[in-house]
């Protein structure tokens, strides 16, 4: 399958620092990306779509203006915590979209910890 | 609203017991169904995917499922759990009519004893 990369694979940032993370599908072209976190012990929920060239789409409940995602390149999306917060500290996932079979291809996280 | 429900937080079985993990979904657009699975601290791996066709599908590991479209499930099966098994599994569903955004279940916790 298909590989995507995060970077970093983990920060510890102190409260009202702000921390980019890069999201890379290193083998194909990905127009839609998805960003996911997850709490520990708890699921993944999606957090935005990620689409090239335009602005992303957040889901209910989520920050535009705290979690600033960009996709500049159809390789790279980036999600930008500002101001960050304890309570921010989670696992940051994305995934990338291969339209033409309709499956996500996810990193393998970020750990995000805010001291 | 589109939910995933995983019923068994915790389960545990003996190494070559069979195992089976529910999966049911209630979704407003034909579905398509995945199963995934997470070691701690990582991310996820595709075990296997169901679009269309075949009910039955197989996967990687010799991880099977069944998608039932009149019980909304797909649940997922291995007749010989080996030690290396043990993680968490997530079910989740997607579809083009949503943008292909996935909604996971709250996932299945599997241990295995020796």
């Known amino acids: 399958g298909a590989v995507v990369s995060q970077h970093p694979s983990w920060v510890i940032c102190k409260s009202g620092t702000s921390v980019k993370i890069e999201c890379r599908s290193l083998d194909f072209q990905a127009t839609t990306m998805f960003w996911y976190r997850q709490f520990p012990k708890q699921s993944l929920m999606l957090m935005a779509t990620?689409?090239?060239?335009?602005?992303?789409?957040?889901e209910q409940g989520v920050e535009k203006d705290k979690f600033l995602i960009n996709h500049a390149s159809l390789t790279l999306s980036t999600l930008t915590v500002t101001s960050a917060h304890p309570e921010d500290s989670s696992f940051y996932i994305c995934?990338?979209?291969?339209?033409?079979?309709?499956?996500?291809?996810f990193g393998p996280g970020t750990r995000l910890t805010v001291t | 609203a589109q939910s995933v429900t995983q019923p068994d937080i915790h389960i545990t079985v003996s190494e070559g017991a069979s195992l089976e993990l529910r999966c049911n979904y209630s979704y407003g657009a034909t579905p398509y169904l995945f199963w995934y699975v997470q070691s701690p601290g990582q991310g996820l791996q595709l075990l296997l995917k169901y679009f269309s066709g075949d009910t039955l599908v197989q996967g990687i590991k010799g991880f099977e499922a069944e998608f039932k479209r009149s019980q909304s499930s797909f649940n997922l099966r291995k007749p010989s759990v080996h030690w290396s098994d043990a993680a968490e599994y997530f079910c989740?569903?997607?579809?083009?009519?949503?943008?292909?955004?996935?909604?996971f279940g709250a996932g299945t916790i599997l241990r295995v004893k020796s």
């Open positions: 990620s689409n090239e060239g335009s602005k992303a789409t957040y």
């Open positions: 995934s990338a979209l291969d339209r033409g079979l309709g499956e996500q291809y």
């Open positions: 989740a569903v997607g579809a083009r009519e949503y943008g292909n955004k996935l909604v």
